[in-house]
């Protein structure tokens, strides 16, 4: 299915609505970055995690990396080895199962939108964006590298 738009400058755009099952072998899926904010009162981030979310194949899946160097430029007091426990977390909730604690047994939708929910802590989610996949395993690979290492 598809939609002509005509914008105010005359321009003529296409737009594809795909559901699920229509993309060929792509699905929709939607991401946030995992952020840091080592000192909440200055707001300044970097991004740690990325978490991936496939509605189409019952997916969601973290990866993250700590760059300390980047940690200690912005608060060179900041606690590392506490950091990277709640970067672990994350991973473990996606994931599921008994180390995912008390979300152990929701569906992988519902993990996602707990760990998206706004925060005012030290790791916090960035806003969601959405894309087209055929492997999201793959994509969070590959998200992690292009916006966080």
Known sequence: MSETRIHMAGHVTERHITRAGQGGDRDVFEYALIRVVPRIERGECFNAGVAVYCRARGYVGAR???????????????????????????????????????????????????????????????????????????????LLDLLVR
Do not use: Y
């Not at 970067?87 to 473990?92: F, H, K, Q, S, V």
């Open 64 to 142: 993250t990396h700590l760059d300390e160097e980047r940690l200690r430029a912005l608060d060179p007091a900041a606690d590392a080895a506490g950091i990277r426990a709640a970067l672990t977390a994350i991973e473990r909730h996606c994931a599921g199962g008994a180390e995912a604690g008390q979300a152990a047994g929701d569906d992988a939708g519902r993990r996602f939108r707990w760990l998206i929910a706004p925060r005012s802590t030290v790791v916090q989610p960035g806003p969601v964006h959405t894309g087209l996949t055929a492997d999201p395993a793959a994509e969070t690979e590959r």
